[in-house]
């Protein structure tokens, strides 16, 4: 099994997002998941230009950067770990660049069969709407939501165990290939609504539709 941490921090692994971030993958180790990390801090992340080409040919962007290499680690992974700071009460720029540019893992339900879980950390603790979002954006790709972790800065040291055992977790469900039926009802709704979108589309979007085709969805 193969777990993918996403950090969204500008200060790497010196930032209290990454302390929590690190025991979840400690977790993960300790039940023998191989981890990768990605610092986007490290990465050039450009704006989704909203010109469909990803859609009319997958994965494929005009733009020549970062994203495409970490959307086909996210696609070779069995688990994600998206861990942000607060800021706004929403995930960084970075992060949410990196969500807006996989729009072909919503239409073509990419991450199914995959789990993910959030890691957020703030100055004010108002984190509920930030993992909220991180749950969202799984259920659009189509993972299921093992569960979130969030932290004030100055008590992340006090939530360690807590990290530990929701990689434990997340290790767990990736190896019995746990159900939620919840979220599976949520996933299947947003399925069939790109089921009609990917009809009407299929003479502008001709990969993505036979992507629908070879999945036996349409």
């Known amino acids: 099994m193969k777990a993918l941490l996403i950090s969204s921090s500008p200060h790497k692994e010196k930032s209290n997002t990454f302390l929590l971030a690190k025991q979840l993958m400690q977790g993960l180790a300790d039940a023998g998941v191989d981890i990768r990390e990605i610092h986007l801090a490290d990465c050039n992340i450009g704006f989704c ?3 469909e080409e990803c859609h009319k040919r997958i994965l494929r ?3 020549k950067d970062d ?3 970490i ?5 070779e992974s069995d688990g994600i770990i998206l861990a942000s700071p607060n800021y706004i009460n929403q995930v960084t720029a970075s992060m949410k660049a990196l969500f807006d540019r996989s729009a072909h893992f919503i239409h073509c339900k990419r991450l199914l069969g995959k789990y993910l879980v959030g890691a957020v950390t703030s100055g004010s ?3 509920a709407e930030v993992l909220s979002y991180i749950r969202y954006y799984g259920h659009t790709c189509g993972a299921q939501y093992c569960g979130g972790i969030s932290s ?4 992340v040291k006090e939530k360690i165990t807590e990290a530990y055992q929701l990689g434990k977790k997340m290790a767990q469900d990736m190896k019995e290939k746990t159900k939620f039926s919840d979220q599976l009802e949520i996933i299947e709704r947003g399925k069939q609504y790109f ?3 990917m009809e009407l589309r299929k003479d502008q979007w001709q990969e993505e539709y ?4 070879k999945q036996g969805w349409l």
């Open 61 to 63: 962007c005009p733009l």
């Open 49 to 51: 230009r909203h010109c």
């Open 67 to 69: 994203v495409e290499n």
């Open 152 to 155: 004030v800065a100055h008590t």
């Open 195 to 197: 089921k009609k979108v």
């Open 125 to 127: 603790g108002n984190d």
């Open 210 to 213: 036979a992507f629908w085709q």
């Open 71 to 75: 959307l086909k680690q996210m696609l």
